[in-house]
């Protein structure tokens, strides 16, 4: 597997990635990690399946590095007995997968975690560069696809939005969401975490991800507002960091409402089962998800999920069924929603619970897994 991103950061595709090679090896597969890092993430590295290449920051995003130094070898992917190469990204890591799938004659498999073409923001706000930009990254995107045996999308959301934007050149698409550890986030206690952040008398909504522009944060920040004008006595607590942190929290103390929004900052792994626990509701206000993987383990934790309609979550929740739906940029749809949420019968819970089981590790790693055979067998003469 090839990615852009790789621990200490944590991301969406850092945690797909971690998913799906615990899942693979536990189906009894050998998988390798080759990804970008940081010279003091590869000196510490002690994981003989895991390679690092380095490369400076990138200065929009400085969590992310740019892959400079050269790829795996011929000779290693040969002493590895790599079969098919997984690329989770078409930046630097991501040409050097189709660089050793072509040299190697092995078949290439891309995931399409992010809708780049989204996030142009971070290289420029200038509506006519910010177009051009955007018709430059789907120009690139359709030399990738031509070059894949298969492409794996999050959900069929996405699937559908390839298919019409590149319908000539994608072979075939699998539709395989991350799994998640359904046991691991149904089985916490959520007390300690709800004394350490002093919450034990404040019904808490709770939102996990990363801190970035194209998160949608303000419409959050805003149904704070409306909701504390209301009178109504609502915490929202936000876990992660990112680029548009202090950004954010400038924007909270400029409305005053240090009181109603709080950033919990990084929240380790292990300790994030409990800290959904501790919560009252989710919410995910992001416009910019392909799957969501932090909704489906808030479902796994019974909490009632509010989700803007838009992208990979309105694939998991059925509003009004097994959680809520809002439209995305509308701050008193949001709070309405979370309203919901906070009143949500038992019964809608249960519901969340039932959609999160159906997306185990062990069953997405088997679909994983077969998408793989397929795309082999079809290489075959």
Sequence with gaps: MFTETWLPTRDGVVTSLLTFRKGLEALGHEVFIFAAGSPETREENTDDRIYIYTGPKWEPYPDYRIALQPGPTRKRLGQLGVELIHSHGTAFMGIKAV????????????????????????????????????????????????????????????????????????????????????????????????????????????????????????????????????????????????????????????????????????????DLPSLYHAADAFLMTSTFETQGIALLEAMAAGLPVATADSGGPTEFVRHGDNGFMFEGRNPAHCAQAVLDSLNAPTQLRARGRETAKLYTVENQSRALASAYEQVISARLP
């Excluded at 990738?144 to 492409?151: E, H, K, L, T, V």
């Excluded at 072979?171 to 799994?179: A, D, K």
């Excluded at 959520?190 to 522009?213: N, P």
């Design 99 to 270: 660089r050793c799938a072509r040299f190697q004659d092995l078949p290439l498999v891309l995931t399409f975690h992010t809708r780049v073409e989204d996030a142009t923001g971070y290289v420029t706000q200038h509506p006519a560069r910010e177009a051009a930009l955007k018709s430059l990254i789907w120009s690139w995107h359709r030399w990738y696809f031509n070059r894949c045996d298969g492409i794996v999308t999050p959900t069929r959301t996405v699937q559908r939005d390839l298919l019409r934007e590149e319908p000539d050149v994608i072979r075939r698409v699998f539709v395989v969401p991350t799994g998640i550890d359904v046991e691991r986030f149904a089985r916490a206690d959520g007390k300690a975490m709800r004394e350490r952040f002093g919450l034990d008398h404040t019904r808490m909504v709770l939102s996990v991800g990363r801190v970035a522009w194209e998160k949608n944060v303000e419409t959050l920040i805003e149904a704070a507002e409306i909701l504390k004008k209301r009178g109504e006595d609502v915490i929202f607590a936000l876990a992660g960091r990112g680029p548009a942190l202090e950004h954010f929290q400038a924007e909270v103390k400029h409305r005053r409402l240090e009181d109603r929004v709080r950033f919990l900052g990084f929240v380790p792994d292990d």
